[in-house]
């Protein structure tokens, strides 16, 4: 009988330094910076690695109110609250900070080498375009397992003080380990398809254009091949995204408090049609409404990604 691989947490410990910023980096240089430093460090951790507790954060950040009325449109979501800012796009606000992060000394891994495979946010109630926000980026903890290391960030957004919005990313960087045993394989259970989703060649740039990632693999078929990809990928974070916003409207994700977690599963290869599928219930904890739901590829329906919301 096979055992399972031991998992491994390591989590920051000591006094926490908290870095400032005045200014969001530029994404060019971060990357840049990325590829510089990425020879010199390790894709693995040691079991006893000791990881300071570290903060980056960037105070008094004003929103940029045509660049998310922009964000709406690449993504799917309605004009008709111009106001308030989607619940999808507070995350991009930290793609600088995280960049800044990864690439810092505070940081102990390969930059180059981290794949987001989770997503969480929640909205504690509507933020509006016009707020004053206090981001800050925090290191959680490293999961060591069988074939790498997971790798998970706390996102907070304030204002006034209050916490308006906070959420998780993970991160897999791969050791290049193979596994040693292979899960059990079960018949997977597919929601009721409620839209086609198609994904032009030029998601990617226009997703880099209102977001600021513009990591090569999604932007150009040849620059994806330099990645290992046979053609650009789309964000996940853009399915993320245009997947909520088709929930949103189905059940005003803009008027109130709100929770969202999805896993990041096979890569959407542009061009592409997805179908989004959900289905509503009550989550057995709470007692709250929840949807279940997920985008899968149209023709073969493998799973790009599998989400949950739940309303308040």
């Not at 991160?171 to 597919?190: Q, V, W």
């Not at 209102?210 to 994806?224: E, F, I, Q, R, W």
């Not at 061009?271 to 739901?293: C, H, I, Y």
């Not at 590829?297 to 493998?302: A, F, N, R, S, T």
Request: charged letters at 20%.
């Amino acid at each position: 009988m096979e055992k399972d691989h031991p998992v491994i947490t390591i989590t920051p410990t000591g006094p926490e330094t908290c870095v400032e910023i005045n200014k969001l980096p530029r994404m060019g240089l971060v990357f840049l910076k990325a590829l510089l430093i990425s020879p010199f460090r390790s894709n693995t951790l040691a079991d006893t690695a000791v990881v300071a507790k570290t903060r980056i954060v960037f105070q008094d950040f004003q929103p940029d109110h045509a660049l998310i009325q922009n964000y709406r449109t690449v993504c799917g979501f309605s004009h008709n609250n111009p106001g308030t800012i989607p619940i999808t796009y507070l995350q991009t606000l930290f793609i600088g900070l995280l960049g800044k992060f990864i690439t810092s000394s505070f940081f102990p891994l390969n930059p180059m080498g981290l794949i987001q495979v989770f997503q969480s946010f929640e909205q504690k109630r509507p933020v509006k375009t016009d707020e004053r926000l206090d981001l800050a980026c925090i290191l959680s903890d490293f999961t060591k397992k069988e074939t790498g290391i997971e790798t998970r960030f706390i996102l907070e957004i304030r204002s006034n003080g209050e916490i308006v919005w906070q959420g998780i990313s993970a991160f897999f960087t791969r050791s290049g380990a193979k596994k040693t045993s292979s899960p059990k394989k079960s018949d997977e259970t597919f929601l009721e398809k409620k839209e086609a989703i198609p994904v032009p060649s030029g998601t990617g740039r226009l997703y880099a254009g209102v977001s600021g990632d513009y990591n090569p693999h999604h932007l150009y078929t040849l620059s994806a091949k330099l990645f290992g990809f046979k053609k650009a990928i789309a964000h996940g974070m853009w399915s993320l995204a245009r997947g909520v916003a088709s929930l949103d409207r189905e059940f005003d994700l803009h008027k109130g408090p709100a929770s969202i977690e999805a896993s990041f599963k096979l890569p959407v290869f542009m061009p592409a049609v997805t179908t989004l599928g959900w289905e509503q219930s009550k989550d057995e904890e709470t007692g709250r409404a929840m949807v279940n739901f997920e985008l899968r590829d149209q023709q073969k329906g493998l799973p790009h990604l599998k989400g949950r919301l739940l309303l308040h």
